[in-house]
C-alpha cells in the first residue's frame, strides 16, 4: 500500500478545475477528482459528453443552485467546478489479496455515510496508528478528502489507502467472499464489542451519528456489537468510537 499520493502532489488551480471542458480534460487526463458540482439544469452537448465521460468512473456528481457555484468562485466557471483531490482512491479488490500474500491479516473499516471530514481526519489518524490496512467509504454521503481533513489527521490520510465504492452492501459481500468476517458498530445489539474474535480477518462498520449503519449493513453483517454506555448521553463521536473498537481489536491481536 505505498502508491499513494504524496503531499508535493496535492494542489492544481487552488483546488479546483472550472468550465465543462477544463473538467473533461482533467477527467481524461486521470486527475484525481474529489467531486463535481454541475448548476441545476445545466445541458448542451459538452454537458452530456461530461456525463458521458463520468458514466465509466467513481466520481460523484452534484446538481446544486449556480449560487452555490458563484459561492465557490468567481471565475468563468461555465456552471461546472471539478474539486481535485489530494489522495488518489484506490480499489479494495486490489489491496485484500496483497495483504493476504503479505501473511497479515486483514482489519479494515468500512464508514458509512461519516460525512463530517474532521471526524473522517480524526478517523483516518487512529486507522493509521493501529495498522489498519485501507479505509472504505461509499461514493455520495462520505465526507471530502480536503485541507481540514488532511489536517485533522496529521497527515494519516496519505498513509492508509481510502477506498471510494458505490455500493457499500456488495463491497462488504466481497470482503465476506475474501474471507473476511463483518463487525458491525451499533447500539442495535445486546452483544458488546468485546465478543467479536478480531484476530480473524476483519471489516469493522461504522456509521453516522445521526443515522448509524443502514439497515442494509447491518443485515449482510456477521456480528452486532455496541460499546459500553454507563452515563446519561447515549451515544459517542462516531471517531471516538471508531477507536474505542479498533483499540479491542488491536488488544486482542497482541495477546
Known amino acids: 500500500m505505498d502508491n499513494f499520493r504524496r503531499p508535493q502532489r496535492i494542489k492544481e488551480n487552488n483546488e479546483f478545475v472550472f468550465g465543462i471542458r477544463a473538467v473533461i480534460e482533467a477527467i481524461k487526463a486521470g486527475r484525481d477528482i474529489e467531486t463535481i458540482y454541475v448548476q441545476r439544469g445545466l445541458g448542451g452537448e459538452l454537458f452530456l459528453e461530461l456525463k458521458a465521460l463520468l458514466s465509466g468512473t467513481l466520481i460523484p456528481l452534484n446538481s446544486v443552485p449556480v449560487e452555490k457555484l458563484n ?3 468567481q471565475k468563468n466557471h ?3 467546478i471539478a474539486v481535485i483531490s489530494p489522495i488518489t ?12 500474500e503479505k501473511g497479515e ?5 468500512v464508514l458509512d455515510s461519516v460525512t463530517d471530514v474532521r471526524n473522517m481526519g480524526a478517523i483516518a489518524r487512529t486507522a493509521v496508528c493501529v495498522g489498519v ?8 454521503n462520505a465526507a471530502q478528502i480536503n485541507a481540514d481533513a488532511i489536517k485533522t489527521s496529521a497527515g494519516a490520510l496519505f498513509s492508509i489507502p481510502i477506498c471510494r465504492h458505490s455500493n457499500l ?3 462488504c459481500q466481497f470482503l465476506q467472499e475474501s474471507g473476511l468476517q463483518i463487525v458491525a458498530c451499533t447500539e442495535k445489539t445486546n452483544d458488546f464489542i468485546y465478543a467479536p474474535d478480531y484476530t480473524m480477518p476483519t471489516a469493522i462498520v461504522m456509521g453516522s451519528e445521526d443515522e448509524g449503519i443502514s439497515n442494509e449493513l447491518l443485515r449482510v453483517a456477521d456480528h452486532l456489537a455496541k460499546i459500553p454506555m454507563l452515563g446519561k448521553i447515549e451515544s459517542l463521536n462516531v471517531s471516538v468510537a471508531a477507536g474505542v473498537i479498533l483499540y479491542e481489536a488491536v488488544r486482542q491481536r497482541l495477546l
Not at 491479516?105 to 473499516?109: D, F, M, N, R, S
Not at 490496512?133 to 455520495?140: M, R, Y
Open 78 to 80: 461555465q456552471g461546472v
Open 71 to 73: 459561492r465557490m468562485s
Open 133 to 140: 490496512h485501507a479505509i472504505v467509504v461509499p461514493l455520495k
Open 89 to 100: 482512491y484506490q480499489n479494495i479488490e486490489d489491496i485484500i489479496p496483497t495483504v493476504f
Open 169 to 171: 452492501h456488495k463491497t
Open 105 to 109: 491479516v486483514p482489519l479494515i473499516l
